[in-house]
């Protein structure tokens, strides 16, 4: 455990501390990683760099980077509609270790992305997930009532636009290429970069408005 | 390895009772869908799971569904479609009836 709590004698912080772990499951993790470390099997560093390898990638440098190219660039969004590792990798990005399949959300389509059974999610373009991405009220609604889960993301999609749900369940990794927003003509590759959103790249969301 | 199923194939998901890890979820057992997709072979989960390399490759399939055939109450228009990745024995021809 990270600390140990002795009663309630000391004044307890205004914010709360992260709690600690509860479940049975929870603790059955911990103490396996504890025993792993100390078998010798990796060490507590090689965690920290795991996690900080993790933690360095972010929607912003990374899945950002390549729905805005395929913003620009026609040749390169048909080569990402193709096969997504291998145009990911043309950017000198880490495609992740599976295949990867890019959606394109057009004006009578609109693509959103769900792992039902557990969080699959493309941590190479878009890091880790958060947390209501991996919620089993999410996984659990959006294929079931997708039109109101995203309303309540405030995405309101038209009944004329076909909503298409993606349950990653096995092998596979997707990457929502949301429509590029009016009132962008000409502007350069890096300020597009800046309307794309995490949300928009699962698909819960549009890219940002302009204005 | 040759897949069994080409893109427009009607596929039903099968419907069966499965204790190991498996990865095809309940709510598409027995739904009948159309192959969107050929992805690759991948070693199965019920065995992979279990400290091998999960066998023979078996190839996995995208299959889109349309909403209302999921949900008989489906709240939007007929034209909602879901996709999901779907092992190859876990498909069936869908003239064949579980």
Same mark, same amino acid.
């Given at each position: 455990m990270a600390h140990e709590h002795h009663g309630h004698d000391h004044p307890h912080p205004?914010? @709360?501390?992260?709690?600690?772990p509860t479940s049975y499951y929870e603790l +059955?993790?911990? $103490? +396996?990683n504890e025993l792993l470390i100390e078998k010798g099997v990796y060490t507590a560093g090689d965690m920290r760099a795991m996690i900080?390898?993790?933690e360095a990638v972010s929607p912003e440098t990374h899945g950002a980077k390549v729905v805005a190219r395929a913003w620009v660039d026609p040749d390169f969004k048909a080569a990402l509609l193709r096969d997504g590792a291998a145009a990911v990798s043309s950017l000198? +990005?880490? @495609?992740?270790? !599976?295949?990867? !399949? $890019? +959606?394109?959300? !057009?004006?009578r389509l609109h693509n959103v992305v769900v792992c039902t059974l557990c969080s699959c999610y493309p941590r190479s373009l878009l890091g880790r997930p958060p947390a209501w991405y991996k919620s089993a009220s999410y996984r659990s609604r959006l294929v079931r009532e997708p039109r109101k889960v995203l309303a309540e993301f405030g995405t309101t999609v038209p009944d004329d636009v076909e909503v298409r749900v993606h349950d990653s369940t096995a092998e596979l990794r997707y990457v929502v290429v949301p429509m590029r927003p009016e009132g962008t003509e000409g502007w350069s590759e890096e300020d597009l970069a800046t309307l794309v959103t995490r949300d928009s790249m699962i698909g819960v969301a549009r890219a940002k408005a302009t204005r | 390895m040759t897949p069994a199923f080409r893109v427009g194939d009607r596929v039903r998901v099968d419907d #069966?009772?499965?204790p190991r890890h498996h990865r095809t979820p309940a709510y598409v057992k027995g739904k009948v869908g159309e192959v969107e997709r050929v992805c690759?072979?991948?070693?199965?989960p019920e065995i992979l799971a279990? #400290?091998?390399d999960g066998g023979p490759p078996r190839t996995v399939y995208r299959v889109r569904l349309r909403q209302c055939d999921l949900w008989p109450d489906y709240n939007g228009p007929a034209h909602d479609t879901l996709e999901i990745e779907i092992f190859e024995h876990w498909l069936r021809p869908v003239e064949a009836r579980n």
């Open positions: 205004f914010q @709360p501390d992260h709690p600690e +059955l993790g911990m $103490a +396996l900080e390898q993790l000198g +990005l880490d @495609p992740g270790y !599976t295949e990867l !399949t $890019a +959606l394109e959300n !057009t004006p | #069966r009772y499965e690759l072979a991948h070693g199965r279990y #400290r091998n």
